[in-house]
C-alpha cells in the first residue's frame, strides 16, 4: 500500500488543454515515488485513472490505472537518467511520429538535449492533458522534457484529485493551468 503524502482536489473537472504542475522533494535515499490522478479524494482511492510512479532504486517507470480497487494495465519502462530518449521500443514508436529527430519534438522547443538525473532530490513535473492522452515532462530551468505519453482506459474528467506519495519529502509547488 502506498504512503500518501499529499492529496489536493481539483477545482474543476480536467478537459483536453489543461496541464497540472508538480515540483517537490524526494526523501533522502528515495527508492520511488509515485503521483496518482484519483477520481475519489481520500487515501485509498478504489478509482485511479493514471498513476505514474517512478521506482528509483530498479530504474522503472510503472504507469497503471485502477478500476473497482484492481490494478489494470500495469506498463513497464526502464531507465537510467533520463535524455530525451526512451528505452521502451513501445513508448518510442508510439510518439514516433512526433518526433523530428532523437532530441527533438515537432513543434515545440521547450525539450533539452543533455541528461538529467532522477536520482537529484528535486522534482519538477509536467502533466499535459491532451485529446490523445496524458504527456508527462520532466521540467527544469532549461525547458521541458517528455517522459512518457499514456493514453488511460478512464475519462480524465472524472479525475477528482492529485495524490502524491511514497518517498517524497514535501511538495513545494502545485499549479494548474486550465485552458
Same mark, same amino acid.
Given at each position: 500500500?502506498?504512503?500518501?503524502?499529499?492529496?489536493?482536489?481539483?477545482?474543476?473537472?480536467?478537459?483536453?488543454?489543461? !496541464?497540472?504542475?508538480?515540483?517537490? +522533494?524526494?526523501?533522502?535515499?528515495?527508492? !520511488?515515488?509515485?503521483?496518482?490522478?484519483?477520481?475519489?479524494?481520500?487515501?485509498?482511492?478504489?478509482?485511479?485513472?493514471?498513476?505514474?510512479?517512478?521506482?528509483?532504486?530498479?530504474?522503472?517507470?510503472?504507469? @497503471?490505472?485502477?478500476?473497482? @480497487?484492481?490494478?489494470?494495465? +500495469?506498463?513497464?519502462?526502464?531507465?537510467?537518467?533520463?535524455?530525451?530518449?526512451?528505452?521502451?521500443?513501445?513508448?518510442?514508436?508510439?510518439?514516433?511520429? +512526433?518526433?523530428?529527430?532523437?532530441?527533438?519534438?515537432?513543434?515545440?522547443?521547450?525539450?533539452?538535449?543533455?541528461?538529467?538525473?532522477?536520482?537529484?532530490?528535486?522534482?519538477?513535473?509536467?502533466?499535459?492533458?491532451?485529446?490523445?492522452?496524458?504527456? %508527462?515532462?520532466? %521540467?527544469?530551468?532549461?525547458?521541458?522534457?517528455?517522459?512518457?505519453?499514456?493514453?488511460?482506459?478512464?475519462?480524465?474528467?472524472?479525475?477528482?484529485?492529485?495524490? %502524491?506519495? @511514497?518517498?517524497?519529502?514535501?511538495?513545494?509547488?502545485?499549479?494548474?493551468?486550465?485552458?
Amino acid at each position: 500500500m502506498s504512503s500518501t503524502k499529499f492529496i489536493a482536489i481539483l477545482p474543476q473537472p480536467t478537459q483536453p488543454g489543461d !496541464k497540472i504542475q508538480i515540483s517537490g +522533494r524526494i526523501s533522502d535515499h528515495a527508492e !520511488k515515488f509515485s503521483i496518482n490522478f484519483a477520481n475519489e479524494v481520500n487515501e485509498n482511492p478504489q478509482s485511479i485513472t493514471y498513476s505514474f510512479n517512478w521506482d528509483l532504486a530498479n530504474k522503472m517507470l510503472i504507469e @497503471d490505472y485502477k478500476e473497482d @480497487d484492481e490494478w489494470k494495465n +500495469r506498463i513497464e519502462t526502464e531507465f537510467d537518467t533520463f535524455d530525451g530518449r526512451f528505452k521502451n521500443k513501445a513508448i518510442n514508436d508510439s510518439i514516433s511520429n +512526433r518526433f523530428i529527430d532523437n532530441n527533438t519534438i515537432a513543434d515545440t522547443t521547450d525539450t533539452f538535449p543533455h541528461s538529467y538525473s532522477l536520482l537529484e532530490p528535486e522534482f519538477a513535473l509536467e502533466f499535459a492533458f491532451q485529446d490523445d492522452g496524458i504527456y %508527462v515532462y520532466l %521540467v527544469s530551468e532549461d525547458g521541458r522534457n517528455l517522459v512518457t505519453h499514456y493514453q488511460p482506459e478512464i475519462d480524465f474528467q472524472f479525475i477528482e484529485s492529485v495524490q %502524491v506519495c @511514497d518517498d517524497v519529502e514535501k511538495v513545494t509547488q502545485l499549479t494548474f493551468s486550465y485552458n
